[in-house]
């Protein structure tokens, strides 16, 4: 009884300790290992701890497609994709052993296939200023995909993220998209001087939803075709905590600036090969979050497909969130994205606008958020009208999210 209350003890104190200062290296993109809710188990040495979270999104949503949206194939209503959703059920466990290898392992139970398993790796870290990681996690790419899951200002990402792009072929795979989100490989990593951050990866390129080694060499340019990855970040004050608005970090100043860039060869069951090179820049400044983006892509087809064109895509979003009171954020966004290729005029744009409220003491974020997506420049109507194809005219989410 007596060894039972020590590791209860110890592991309230390695909480609370933990909350006081922003710890990357168990950021686990769910709950953090340095975050107060739950408990931590630790060792009496302290060198093991042992952290299991629970993640749980329930909303209910609204999406009205103009007609140009629809999909005449389907018979569709002008009211669709409306009703209640689980986005995420996440149960999983972080920990760190040895003040050098942190661990983590989540399943998303509301996915479904090889996306039910959303995390698994090993992070070995001897020193700050490198670090390996191997397993599934997030690719470098994107501010908004690497924000901890449960602390994104909005409910849904970016649509210029993960809306697929338009190409005028049809392929045997899914179309791409610009953002890169969860795969499986190994990455270099590190943070020099505390304040300058780098990741370098090769990934499978073959996203969330395979955890099966698939590729094969590439035909066009002659190395394995995987996904090659770089992130460069600068952080002035310090580590930037990967969250859009924290209600316990109020009197906070923390900035990043980011370069990044992706290749993958043979991507889309070996159908293009795309490239992507992003910029970004957050702040989190006492009551403040400020956030943009702004990424780009070219698509070119493998010499088997034998279609000499390729396509460049953009998109970027820029948003603000501000706590009105301790537990009452304000939020807005505009989200800007060309989808049919550039050269054919014309971009989506997206303003948001969302309220988030923050049940602290029993771990309840509620989210609320309104979107409206615009079409603006385009010079045929035809590629009006494609343009936001399978993409809602106006969106509205209510969310609930318990986090244990």
């Given at each position: 009884m007596k060894k039972i209350l020590t590791i209860t003890a110890m592991a309230l104190a390695g909480c609370f300790a933990a909350n006081a200062q922003y710890d990357a290296d168990t950021e686990n993109g769910v709950v953090s290992l340095a975050d107060h809710r739950g408990f931590t188990f630790t060792t009496k040495k302290g060198d093991f701890l042992f952290k299991p979270y629970l993640l749980v999104q329930a909303s209910a949503n609204y999406n009205y497609y103009d007609d140009a949206g629809l999909d005449p194939a389907y018979n569709q209503d002008n009211v669709a994709n409306s009703g209640f959703a689980i986005p995420y059920a996440v149960l999983g466990f972080t920990g760190k052993a040895f003040d050098i290898v942190t661990f983590n392992l989540s399943i998303n139970a509301a996915a479904s296939g090889g996306a039910i398993l959303q995390q698994a790796w090993a992070d070995i870290r001897p020193k700050e200023a490198i670090g390996v990681r191997i397993g599934k996690f997030k690719t470098p790419f994107s501010h908004a995909y690497l924000t901890t899951l449960g602390e994104t200002l909005f409910p849904v990402m970016p649509t210029s993220l993960k809306a697929q792009v338009i190409l005028p072929y049809s392929l045997n795979a899914v179309t791409p998209h610009i953002g890169t989100g969860f795969d499986l490989g190994v990455e270099v990593h590190g943070m020099v001087k505390n304040k300058w951050?780098?990741?370098?990866?090769?990934?499978?390129?073959?996203?969330?939803?395979?955890?099966?080694?698939?590729?094969?060499?590439?035909?066009?340019?002659?190395?394995?075709?995987?996904?090659?990855?770089?992130?460069?970040?600068?952080?002035?004050?310090?580590?930037?905590?990967?969250?859009?608005?924290?209600?316990?970090?109020?009197?906070?100043?923390?900035?990043?600036?980011?370069?990044?860039?992706?290749?993958?060869?043979?991507?889309?069951?070996?159908?293009?090969?795309?490239?992507?090179?992003?910029?970004?820049?957050?702040?989190?400044?006492?009551?403040?979050?400020?956030?943009?983006?702004?990424?780009?892509?070219?698509?070119?087809?493998?010499?088997?497909?034998?279609?000499?064109?390729?396509?460049?895509?953009?998109?970027?979003?820029?948003?603000?969130?501000?706590?009105?009171?301790?537990?009452?954020?304000?939020?807005?966004?505009?989200?800007?994205?060309?989808?049919?290729?550039?050269?054919?005029?014309?971009?989506?744009?997206?303003?948001?606008?969302?309220?988030?409220?923050?049940?602290?003491?029993?771990?309840?974020?509620?989210?609320?958020?309104?979107?409206?997506?615009?079409?603006?420049?385009?010079?045929?109507?035809?590629?009006?009208?494609?343009?936001?194809?399978?993409?809602?005219?106006?969106?509205?989410?209510?969310?609930?999210?318990?986090?244990?």
């Open positions: 951050g780098y990741q370098v990866g090769i990934f499978n390129g073959t996203g969330a939803s395979v955890n099966l080694a698939s590729k094969t060499f590439s035909d066009d340019w002659h190395i394995p075709s995987l996904l090659y990855a770089t992130r460069l970040t600068f952080q002035p004050f310090g580590v930037m905590p990967a969250s859009q608005g924290d209600p316990r970090r109020l009197d906070s100043n923390k900035m990043l600036i980011g370069l990044s860039g992706s290749l993958n060869v043979e991507s889309e069951n070996e159908s293009t090969n795309d490239l992507r090179v992003g910029a970004e820049w957050s702040w989190i400044k006492d009551r403040w979050y400020f956030g943009a983006e702004f990424y780009w892509m070219h698509v070119g087809f493998t010499k088997r497909q034998k279609i000499d064109k390729s396509y460049n895509y953009y998109g970027g979003y820029a948003q603000a969130g501000y706590f009105i009171t301790p537990k009452l954020q304000g939020a807005l966004r505009y989200d800007l994205f060309e989808r049919n290729s550039t050269g054919k005029g014309g971009f989506l744009n997206m303003p948001a606008v969302g309220l988030n409220y923050f049940f602290d003491s029993i771990n309840l974020k509620l989210q609320a958020m309104y979107q409206y997506t615009g079409r603006t420049g385009h010079d045929r109507q035809m590629d009006r009208d494609e343009d936001n194809l399978g993409l809602a005219t106006s969106s509205a989410v209510i969310m609930a999210q318990y986090t244990f």
